[in-house]
């Protein structure tokens, strides 16, 4: 039987929009919690055109059937000195934090209650941007990790399914000024999307905040 969880659904914990008060997107083999108004408009208006203009933006490639494809979106990654992070054979080594980076990181610290070191950054320039499948679960992240996901500008899907029950499955529209906080077993057991659009879309901006060990 096929299982759709909404946020909205009666399996969503739901509570009054909040910037501080967040509604449970899933408590089974691990937690998520999402943060609708985290940002005002304006604030987030201003991020997104600084992120937008001060970032050091890369067009990375990965290896497909031997062959160099160009990942569909840019990305960028800033943390602590020396913190180097791999994933799908790329490897990102940290440029220094920018204020921009840092207010935001201070911002969300205060609800996930850790310290976050790194933080990658991937520009959504239109619609045929987007990213695959996958777990936040390379070994330098370890063994439960924490990560902060933070959108500006365009509202985009964020979809999550269970690694062993194919059923389950949460859809979620990710909004300008959005914060979504992973945690406990959810990169274990869960996979995560930002699918491909027909649609007109705008561009978009996601910061995923993590700590690298």
């Known amino acids: 039987m096929f299982e759709q969880i909404t946020l909205w659904s ?5 509570r009054e929009d909040s910037p501080t008060i967040g509604k449970v997107l899933l ?12 940002f005002s408009n304006d604030e987030s208006d201003k991020f997104f055109d600084k992120l937008h203009h001060e970032t050091e933006w890369q067009q ?10 160009p990942l569909p979106r840019l990305t960028a990654w800033y943390g602590d ?5 791999i994933y799908s054979g790329i490897e990102q080594h940290s440029k220094p934090w920018t204020p921009t980076l840092l207010s935001i990181k201070t911002r969300i610290e205060k609800i996930a209650k850790v310290e976050f070191n790194s933080v990658l950054l991937n520009l ?3 619609g045929r ?3 695959a499948w996958h777990s936040d679960d390379e070994p330098e992240l370890g063994q439960n990790p924490v990560i902060g996901s933070v959108s500006f500008g365009a509202t985009r899907r964020f979809s ?11 859809d979620i529209d990710l ?3 959005s914060f979504l906080l992973m945690r406990g077993e959810t990169q274990h057991h869960w996979q995560h999307q930002i699918p491909k659009t027909t649609k007109d879309v705008s561009p978009r901006i996601n910061l995923t905040f993590r700590i690298i060990h």
């Open 175 to 177: 909004p300008h000024g």
């Open 10 to 14: 009666q399996q969503a914990t739901t």
């Open 81 to 85: 000195p020396g913190k180097t992070y």
């Open 129 to 131: 941007d987007g990213v």
């Open 27 to 38: 408590s089974l083999d691990g937690e998520v919690v999402f943060y609708k108004g985290f």
């Open 124 to 126: 959504y320039r239109h």
């Open 60 to 69: 990375e490639t990965i290896q497909i059937f031997g062959k160099c494809t």
């Open 160 to 170: 999550f399914r269970h690694k062993q029950m194919k059923e389950r499955k949460i």
